[in-house]
């Protein structure tokens, strides 16, 4: 009987030493029935003893096989790792100008349509008409546009003359002296006229640079100088309102000045705007900001655009004429 149980264990513990001795795994079916018992009967412990062998062989291949992949997985992290500290690394790309200089020392031009004539400040504006409507009721128009006018019975309007529209913005005084100057006109629009039917005008919109609508105002058409670079040297003055009422203004925005005909400032002319001196013992002398370009002239005041700055422009900024 005892031999018998001898050669059963003989036969399934001799696969297992041999794969063991050569390196191989045990397959799962050899290694259950090398840890199940043959018999129920207390002879049966010593096969649970032989199949010891097998069972330590079996880690210690799977432990070889993790020992051969994690090299691999390292490797992967490491390079992972580095390229992303190279990323990291890498300085910025330097941002390259045109012909050396920095945006603020290029002149930006003035955008379409700044030149609109009789856009400034005016005490009392020579309004001789304004706008009632639209043939379809349209409430915004823009060029291009049909429009009803109301011209006032003394102008003599004939068909293809010209007026400019405009509407009052906010009220100016002179940020140095305290002088009231008036209120912006925003002229936004010319229109042409087409044909008389009674007390009315049908028009036209031939140029925009904003929206036009009902009860706008109607000014006499002036032509719009010339830019020239005429003698003005030696002439300052101040930034007094900038366009829409904002507090600070950067390119192209349109300002207005407290300079015009009456000081020998003509369309075109540049000044330099000078941020004014600070006192205390945080102050700063004197410094300039930008530059302006005129548009505009009336008699003591003009409009101006900001040609460039390099910092924002402010009501009472010094203006100084360039040469």
Do not use: C
């Not at 955008?111 to 043939?135: E, F, K, M, Q, T």
């Not at 100016?172 to 925003?186: E, F, I, L, T």
């Not at 002229?187 to 009860?215: H, M």
């Not at 002439?235 to 366009?243: D, E, K, L, N, R």
């Amino acid at each position: 009987m005892r031999s018998r149980h001898v050669r059963k264990l003989v036969t399934l513990v001799t696969p297992l030493a041999v794969a063991g001795w050569m390196g191989f795994g045990v397959p799962p079916s050899l290694a259950s029935m090398a840890t199940d018992p043959v018999e129920t009967s207390e002879h049966a412990a010593p096969s649970s003893e032989a199949a010891t062998p097998g069972e330590a062989v079996a880690p210690q291949v799977a432990s070889d096989q993790e020992g051969d992949a994690a090299p691999d997985s390292m490797v992967a992290g490491s390079s992972g790792e580095t390229s992303q500290s190279a990323d990291m690394a890498a300085p910025p790309a330097e941002v390259e100008t045109e012909g050396g200089l920095l945006p603020d020392e290029v002149e930006t031009p003035a955008p379409a349509g700044l030149d609109v004539p009789g856009d400034g400040i005016r005490r009392s504006p020579d309004v001789v008409g304004r706008v009632v409507g639209h043939p379809t009721g349209k409430i915004l128009l823009a060029v291009h546009d049909s429009v009803t006018l109301q011209i006032e019975p003394s102008v003599d309007a004939r068909p293809h003359d010209r007026f400019a529209i405009a509407r009052r913005e906010q009220h100016v005084r002179n940020p140095a002296s305290g002088r009231n100057m008036g209120y912006v006109v925003d002229v936004v629009g010319t229109a042409e006229l087409r044909k008389a039917f009674g007390k009315y005008w049908s028009a036209e919109i031939v140029s925009s640079t904003d929206y036009v609508t009902v009860d706008d105002w109607l000014l006499p058409f002036e032509s719009v100088e010339k830019p020239t670079e005429g003698a003005a040297s030696g002439v300052t003055g101040h930034i007094v309102a900038v366009q829409d009422d904002l507090t600070l203004a950067a390119v192209p925005t349109v300002v207005y000045t407290d300079l015009g005909s009456d000081q020998g400032v003509t369309s075109g002319q540049q000044f330099a705007i000078i941020r004014p001196a600070s006192r205390g013992r945080y102050g700063e002398p004197d410094r300039t900001v930008g530059r302006l370009r005129i548009l505009a002239v009336q008699g003591d005041s003009s409009s101006a655009y900001l040609a460039y700055t390099t910092e924002s422009v402010l009501v009472g900024d010094r203006l100084e004429r360039l040469p």
